[in-house]
Every structure is written in C-alpha cells, then in structure tokens.
C-alpha cells in the first residue's frame, strides 16, 4: 500500500500573528530569577481547565500567555475572554490571535454566567478581544453578559476589562448602565510608547474613557494598568498616574511586560522589584485607593482580594 500525502494543495495554518510574520526577530535579554513561575500541574489547575473547556469559553490567561495561570487557575481564578479568540488590532505587545473575527456567540453570557456558577467564583473578571467590525464594538455583548452573571450568580461582584470602543458612539453607556462593579481600561504604556506599542488606540481617549465612566456612575470603581520594560521613562510613568488620578481612577495596576514570541516588541529592560516598591508608594501618595506594583501584577491577578481591599479604602475614606 502507498500513501500519498499532498505537501502543496493542503491548505496551510494561518500564523496567530501574520502582520508580525516578516519582522525580523526582536531580541529580549535573558530573565532574571524574580520573573520565573513554576509550571501549571496542579489538581485545581486541571478542574479549572476542564470547566472552561466544557462550557466553550475562552480565557485570557490562556490567549495571552499570563504568567499567573497556574496560581490563579490552581484556586479556580479565571478571566473570561469573550466575543471569541481573534482581535481586531494588531498590539506590538500582545499574543492574543489577529485577525477578522467572527459571528458573536449569541449564548456566550449564559455560558460564562454557568462556568462562574460552576467555579463558585465570588469574584468574576470578563475582558475581551477588541471588536471594531461591530457598530457597538460589543458593548451590547458586555451588557448581556453582566446582567446574566447577576442572574445566575447574585453575590458575585464582577469586574470588566474593556477594549476602548474608539469611534464607537454611546457604547460605554450601555456597558456603564450595566453596572459592572468595576471598570477596568488599561492604557497599557506611557504616550510617547503608544506609536510602536498600541498603534491602533489613542492615549488621550482611553483617559478620557475611564474619566467619562466615573462622570455617568460615580459608584462604579475604575481601575487602569501599564507594563513597564518597553522604553519608557520614569517621568513618563510618574505623568500616567497624574493623568489617571485627574480621570478620578481608583486602582493602578503596574507590572513587567514579558515578550510573547520574537516577532513582538522586545523587553527593553527588566524592572528589579525595588522600583516597582518605588512607584507603589508614590502612586499611593498621589491618592488612589489600591495599587498593585511588580514584576507580575497583571489586572487581573489576585483581581477578587484586591476588590475587598479597595472596597474597604473607599469606605474608610468616607466613613
């Protein structure tokens, strides 16, 4: 018996990133011991894994690469991603997949909302893919999967990750009426980085977003993060946290940005933990009310506890 196997008609695999596939390799130096995590192989990590596969969801934690998986899905922590795996930006930074994305899951928000259930998850974090080729850049999806969380899962708090809904007019409104308990927009890196880094956001607008949200809800709390190790400053960094506290942010995220593959932005320098302790208490002297800083703090690491702490800021402020 032969058997033939065609090697050219075959229809090839779509590269996760193919606007990045011909740069040339950015090369980043070798990480230091304080960025090292063990491997995810935890019982928990499993149960986690099985839940999110079973349901047909997706996870940030997976798509990007995080650091934390294994910690966070050990304790059955988990980010959903939803309006599907395929972004419509192209971030120097991000490993989430390229590309046109397609048809929203009509039952996606009641899926998340049993995988929440199912986790008895007390705190929930949803983030998405950014969805320019829709009139709403998915505000109405968000919208829905809230209010099926609140269904299903009444005591569970929920926190979201937005993309920035440029040139979407009345989109942050409906997710605002939602009422997420916390509202989370990450302008990722300082302005002078945003060209190389997020050519397709606007710096002044994603500040001017999170400002906008407080000014419809002031109860709402809004939370922003950045990397640090891409090029920029420390002045820069300084100016960010003035420019969130001027938007009245509550939470300042601060950590490492770690390079995905060698066609991504290379890490142009990796930030001991002492600096990150250094930005911690300034940022807290410029007044918000939680930062977390180091070298893997992501948004939503640790996302559940840290909504106690900043919870109970606020009430000590005002009480």
Known sequence: ????????????????????????????????????????????????????????????????????????????????????DTCTRACAFCNVKTGMPGALDALEPEHVAEATFKLGLAHIVITSVDRDDLADGGAEHFAQTIRAIRARCPATTIEILTPDFLRKEGALEVVVAAKPDVFNHNLETVPSRYLTVRPGARYFHSVR??????????????????????????????????????????FLTIGQYLQPTRKHHAVMRYVPPDEFSGYEKVAYTKGFLMVSASPLTRSSHHAGDDFARLRAARAALSG
Not at 230 to 239: D, F, N, T
Request: charged fraction near 30%; aromatic fraction near 4%.
């Open 1 to 84: 018996m032969v058997v033939v196997v065609d090697t050219v008609s075959a229809t090839p695999l779509r590269p996760r990133h193919p606007e990045k596939v011909n740069r040339p390799d950015a090369l980043s130096p070798p990480k230091p011991e304080w960025i090292r995590v063990r491997a995810p192989n935890s019982r928990g990590y499993a149960d986690t894994r099985k839940i999110v596969r079973e349901n047909g969801l997706v996870t940030v934690c997976e798509e990007a690469g995080c650091p934390n998986i294994g910690e966070c899905w050990d304790k059955k922590h988990a980010t959903f991603m939803i309006m599907g």
């Open 209 to 250: 977003l999170l400002q906008r949200v407080k000014e419809i809800d002031p109860t709402i709390f809004t939370k922003s993060g950045i990397m640090v190790g891409l090029g920029e400053a420390r002045h820069e960094v300084l100016q960010v946290m003035d420019d969130l506290r001027s938007a009245d942010v509550d």
